[in-house]
């Protein structure tokens, strides 16, 4: 995953936007750039829009628990008023040995799953509602920052969203409001933090995102990711375009724009997200929720990745099977990659976990058919 919010540039800020944002649901035959879209409002929270209220009307009122956190310095035990259902840890130093203590167990290592960091470790470890816990850090290491996430017990929110089905080409899947994307998150010092790029599609990678299996709350587990993204590792937004749960209920990721499709622009393009360090512009993260690493995906999830592959290939023409140069339009680095590849096939990482890995081939194939 990205070590900073763009890949190696600065990019110019676009036009300011509202908290709130406009989308599309795309019908089965529309995906094509210049289809016809039906646009809905996608977001609009109780008091996060500073341009006042929007039309909403094709939505519906919802409410979502607010996240709630408690931010820590320091390798210390650290008590909190809230109960945690994970803890997102990041230091500067050595990647390994650095470990968490839960309330009530005992010490654990901190992997890295799916995140990477250029100088440092960091990790998203389920905590399981604990209100204590304790970090060690590797000898040296320094910038120890831990933050407690409840997704599930803070004060509901509502959000606006779309009253009917938001699909891609025939593809359902839920809108960033429909898992409550608080989209303040996206905001610092009253700016967008990552402000959107895009670029021409190249690849297509699959990650796993490194938490529990048989997950009761997936909506919630996206939201504690959105949060260590956004917030935590500081890169504005969770950092894959597309979600899939055990279900094989597709998510909205990375915001993408006003009146536009899930990861892309109006012009079909892809809005630079953040799941692949120094190789984001132009590669889409598709993220199976769990761990992948001794088990495979259920056969919904694998159902759900191989369909969603198969209409992004055919949408914007790529071939899932091809070995193919991709060339970083930032800073013009390439990489050797099939067209459809894993997180290790680009950094040195367990991503999507070996025994999601050792079944691509098997990917690649059904989405080529």
Same mark, same amino acid.
């Given at each position: 995953m990205s070590t900073t919010p763009q890949d190696p540039t600065t990019p110019t800020h676009r036009r300011k936007r509202s908290l709130s944002r406009r989308g599309v649901i795309a019908t089965a035959g529309a995906v094509a750039a210049g289809a016809a879209l039906t646009p809905v409002v996608f977001a609009a929270?109780?008091?996060?829009d500073p341009a006042g209220s929007e039309d909403t009307?094709?939505?519906?009122?919802?409410?979502?628990?607010?996240?709630?956190? =408690?931010?820590?310095?320091?390798?210390?035990?650290?008590?909190?008023?809230?109960?945690?259902?994970?803890?997102?840890?990041?230091?500067?130093?050595?990647?390994?040995?650095? !470990?968490?203590?839960?309330?009530?167990?005992?010490?654990?290592?901190?992997?890295?799953?799916?995140?990477?960091?250029d100088g440092g470790g960091t990790a998203l470890v389920a905590a399981g509602d604990v209100t204590s816990y304790e970090v060690k850090v590797p000898d040296g290491a320094t910038a120890v920052h831990s933050l407690a996430?409840?997704?599930?017990?803070?004060?509901?929110?509502?959000?606006?969203?779309?009253?009917?089905?938001?699909?891609?080409? !025939?593809?359902?899947?839920?809108?960033?409001?429909?898992?409550?994307?608080?989209?303040?998150?996206?905001?610092?010092? !009253?700016?967008?933090?990552?402000?959107?790029?895009?670029?021409?599609?190249?690849?297509?990678?699959?990650?796993?995102?490194?938490?529990?299996?048989?997950?009761?709350?997936?909506?919630?587990?996206?939201?504690?990711?959105? =949060?260590?993204?956004?917030?935590?590792?500081?890169?504005?937004?969770?950092g894959y375009h597309l979600l899939i749960d055990e279900a094989g209920v597709v998510y909205e990721g990375r915001y993408s724009g006003e009146d536009l499709l899930p990861a892309f622009n109006a012009d079909g393009n892809l809005v630079t997200a953040f799941h692949t360090a120094g190789f984001n512009s132009g590669n889409l993260g598709i993220a199976l929720l769990g761990n992948l690493v001794a088990q495979g995906p259920t056969d919904a999830a694998k159902a759900s990745l191989i369909r969603l592959i198969k209409v992004i290939a055919r949408f914007k023409g790529l071939d899932p099977q091809a070995k193919v140069t991709f060339v970083n339009p930032v800073n013009g680095v390439?990489?050797?990659?099939?067209?459809?590849?894993?997180?290790?096939?680009?950094?040195?990482?367990?991503?999507?976990?070996?025994?999601?890995?050792?079944l691509l081939d098997e990917v690649r194939a059904a989405t080529a058919r």
């Open positions: 929270t109780d008091s996060d009307s094709g939505t519906d009122p919802q409410k979502f628990p607010a996240t709630r956190t =408690e931010a820590t310095t320091g390798a210390t035990e650290t008590t909190t008023a809230l109960a945690a259902s994970y803890v997102g840890v990041r230091w500067t130093g050595a990647a390994d040995g650095a !470990g968490i203590k839960l309330a009530n167990g005992g010490w654990q290592n901190i992997t890295g799953g799916c995140a990477t960091l996430i409840d997704t599930t017990d803070g004060p509901r929110r509502t959000f606006q969203v779309p009253s009917e089905p938001t699909r891609v080409r !025939g593809v359902g899947y839920l809108s960033r409001p429909a898992w409550g994307a608080d989209e303040s998150k996206r905001y610092k010092d !009253g700016k967008v933090n990552s402000p959107e790029t895009y670029y021409p599609l190249q690849t297509i990678t699959v990650h796993h995102t490194d938490t529990p299996n048989a997950d009761p709350d997936p909506a919630a587990t996206i939201r504690a990711i959105y =949060e260590y993204h956004a917030v935590t590792l500081d890169w504005g937004d969770i390439t990489k050797d990659v099939t067209t459809v590849s894993g997180h290790r096939d680009w950094l040195q990482t367990d991503c999507p976990g070996q025994t999601m890995y050792d």
